[in-house]
């Protein structure tokens, strides 16, 4: 029986209020405390849920929210900018739809569902520091504000100040050569609306899918000679980042389209595509660290969010079963760093595509029928992934076993 009662969790974005959920049906108290103001925090545009992401929530109480929230996609389309097929990968076999969701009515949703579940969500609370005297963890805030517990999760996100803390020669996240854009149009260009369609341009990569009243979401992956970090971006106006677009993908089809029906006010810039490999320190003491903190694969894996909610859980799992938290840390590690890096790796190989050019997609559309069939097989790259579920109701002892 765990010695932990009461928990900090620091970031209140996707792992942040799934862990809390989560403590609580073991029992712990858990308070979410976020450096950001609600309607400010949100960063990154649109994501994919995985089946295995939904059935972690289901755990929490937190799918039919989600859900009711969220597009279901039974399968993905590649063309190339002239509109020719590159390849149908149809859903993994036996799995519900893949959901389309916007991050931040995902991240406003599970928020929701934390705070109706008694979690108290503390805001404008930047971490600065961390204190331990061996009986609890402390944590400063930049406004003066301090909170204790028996625990501290660290889950503010990639550029995590909890991660700095534990181990300050972590890693930093890597920046691909890529620029991440996004938007909003009103306009329908898909064919159907329970797919996700991808187009390699002959300069740029691009998504899309249809969204309710006659709008389509996209995202952009624009190769550059070195990464833009969002600091750099806000140079430069919306209105001169979406002109530049259009420029970029200028006869191609359907993204001329699309781009035509954006308004600079419903896009965003993020800046360069982003990963994390996981660290090698993931605890420290009475302090540790889950999602994005601690391992960030590439947006290219569409398993970011369900990486994240299913190691919250997993955290919880470890914490209800272990005596004391640095064994349930041990645990937690053990149970998680081997899935999380296969992850990272296959999104660091999906990111790479991104960047071949005309060249290699001639070649691509040539080999796409025999890479279907043989390592781009859903069923074998992403059956394992999506099948795989948080076995709630055992302990650690037996799943370890």
């Known amino acids: 029986m765990t010695a932990t009662r009461s928990a900090l969790i620091i970031g209140a974005g996707i792992a942040g209020p799934v862990a809390a959920l989560a403590l609580r049906l073991t029992g712990v108290d858990a308070a979410v405390y976020d450096a950001t103001m609600p309607g400010r925090e949100e960063t990154g545009l649109t994501l994919t849920l995985a089946p295995n992401g939904q059935e972690a929530l289901r755990i929490v109480g937190a ?12 399968g993905q389309q590649v063309t190339d900018g002239r509109g020719r097929r590159v390849g149908v990968f149809p859903p993994v076999a036996g799995q519900p739809p ?9 991240c406003q949703a599970l928020r929701a569902q934390a705070e109706a579940a008694g979690v108290a969500m503390h805001y404008g609370a930047r971490l600065v520091d961390i204190e331990e ?8 805030f930049e406004d003066g504000r301090t909170a204790s517990a028996d625990v501290l999760v660290g889950a503010d996100g990639i550029r995590s100040r909890v991660r700095s803390i534990v181990d300050p020669d972590a890693p930093s996240p ?21 797919q996700l369609y991808f187009v390699f341009g002959r300069r740029g990569f691009f998504g899309y899918w249809a969204e309710p009243n006659g709008r389509t979401a996209w995202f952009a992956n624009v190769p550059a000679d070195e990464p833009h970090d969002r600091h750099v971006a806000k140079a430069r106006s919306t209105g001169n980042w979406l002109n530049w677009l259009r420029d970029v993908f200028a006869g191609e089809t359907p993204a001329e389209q ?16 982003e990963s994390l490999p996981p660290i090698p320190r993931w605890s420290r003491g009475r302090v540790t660290l889950v999602g994005d903190a601690v391992y960030a694969p590439s947006p290219s894996s569409g398993q970011g969010a369900s990486l994240a909610i ?3 859980i997993e955290l919880a799992r470890c914490l209800r079963d ?31 595509t991104k960047t071949v050019g005309p060249a290699g997609i001639a070649v691509m559309r040539l080999v796409m029928p025999i890479a279907l069939k043989t390592f781009l097989n859903q069923e074998r790259t992403l059956g394992p992934e999506q099948r795989f579920r948080i076995p709630w109701d ?8």
């Open 322 to 352: 272990r005596p004391d938290p640095q064994s349930a840390f041990k645990s937690y590690e053990h149970l998680r760093r081997a899935r999380v890096a296969r992850v990272v790796k296959r999104g660091e190989r999906t990111t790479s």
């Open 174 to 194: 890597r920046q691909w050569p890529l620029l991440n854009l996004g938007g909003i149009a009103d306009t329908v260009v898909a064919d159907k609306p329970d």
């Open 258 to 273: 699309v781009l035509a029906a954006t308004d600079s006010t419903a896009m965003a810039f993020v800046g360069a595509l």
């Open 133 to 140: 005297d061996g009986a609890c963890v402390s944590a400063v």
């Open 394 to 401: 055992r302990t650690v002892d037996e799943t370890i076993r």
């Open 98 to 106: 893949v959901l389309a969701l916007r991050r931040a009515e995902l």
């Open 310 to 312: 299913e190691s919250a």
């Open 63 to 74: 799918l039919d929210a989600v859900r009711a929230i969220g597009l279901p996609m039974s």
